[in-house]
């Protein structure tokens, strides 16, 4: 049980370190509600549970220690992330900004499903971060069916604390105040997320 609790412990460090993350779910919460932010939370662990699969199974290591794959996840991520820039950056022009439930912006649990887990999926840094904590509970002795129960506990903690943070930021109280900030909030997150892309690229 304590292997556990330090697995569960040491995936939410994880997931509350500061990166893009955290400015998607929050930009799609905003954006299309409450709901897209929980779906956009949901298949953000979905994608981190490939990567905690990955490392539990081994497989995560390829990614880790041949160049070509890391170093094309790694660009496909900042270019993903500089796209996300600048849809939030047209939509600050266009004056679309926190949700509003007659806004055309209130539309798209598809794109809130691709946009949580590519931005887990292409970050390669994942593998690092899995392959070092799993070193520590994983043998060549453990059985599958604990493998998957890690897998899964790192998915589920990733998605609860996601959901956490777009139910906190979609707060009624949360929504009026930011709605007097919108434009300068969509380009706030266009900035972060460039400055993020190019620290991708630049490590």
């Given at each position: 049980?304590?292997?556990?609790?330090?697995?569960?412990?040491?995936?939410?460090?994880?997931?509350?370190?500061?990166?893009?993350?955290?400015?998607?779910?929050?930009?799609?919460?905003?954006?299309?509600?409450?709901l897209q932010g929980v779906v956009a939370a949901l298949a953000h662990g979905a994608g981190v549970g490939c990567y905690a699969l990955l490392a539990a199974l081994g497989l995560a290591a390829l990614v880790a220690n041949v160049p070509v794959v890391?170093?094309?996840?790694?660009?496909?991520?900042?270019?993903?992330?500089?796209?996300?820039?600048?849809?939030?950056?047209?939509?600050?022009?266009?004056?679309?900004?926190?949700?509003?439930?007659?806004?055309?912006?209130?539309?798209?649990?598809?794109?809130?499903?691709?946009?949580?887990?590519?931005?887990?999926?292409?970050?390669?840094?994942?593998?690092?971060?899995?392959?070092?904590?799993?070193?520590?509970?994983?043998?060549?002795?453990?059985?599958?069916?604990?493998?998957?129960?890690?897998?899964?506990?790192?998915?589920?903690?990733?998605?609860?604390?996601?959901?956490?943070?777009?139910?906190?930021?979609?707060?009624?109280?949360?929504?009026?105040?930011?709605?007097?900030?919108?434009?300068?909030?969509?380009?706030?997150?266009?900035?972060?997320?460039?400055?993020?892309?190019?620290?991708?690229?630049?490590?």
């Open positions: 049980m304590f292997d556990w609790l330090t697995l569960a412990g040491l995936c939410l460090l994880g997931a509350a370190s500061p990166g893009p993350s955290v400015a998607v779910i929050v930009a799609q919460a905003l954006r299309g509600g409450r890391f170093t094309g996840l790694r660009w496909a991520g900042a270019v993903f992330l500089l796209w996300l820039a600048f849809m939030a950056y047209r939509s600050a022009l266009a004056g679309v900004g926190v949700f509003d439930p007659q806004s055309k912006a209130a539309a798209g649990f598809g794109k809130a499903i691709a946009t949580g887990f590519l931005t887990a999926f292409l970050n390669p840094k994942l593998a690092l971060f899995f392959l070092a904590v799993y070193s520590q509970f994983v043998s060549a002795l453990t059985p599958l069916s604990q493998k998957l129960g890690m897998a899964a506990v790192s998915a589920g903690v990733d998605a609860l604390w996601y959901l956490v943070v777009a139910l906190m930021v979609t707060h009624p109280r949360v929504i009026r105040g930011l709605r007097r900030q919108q434009r300068n909030l969509q380009l706030g997150f266009a900035v972060l997320l460039v400055v993020v892309a190019l620290q991708v690229l630049a490590n």
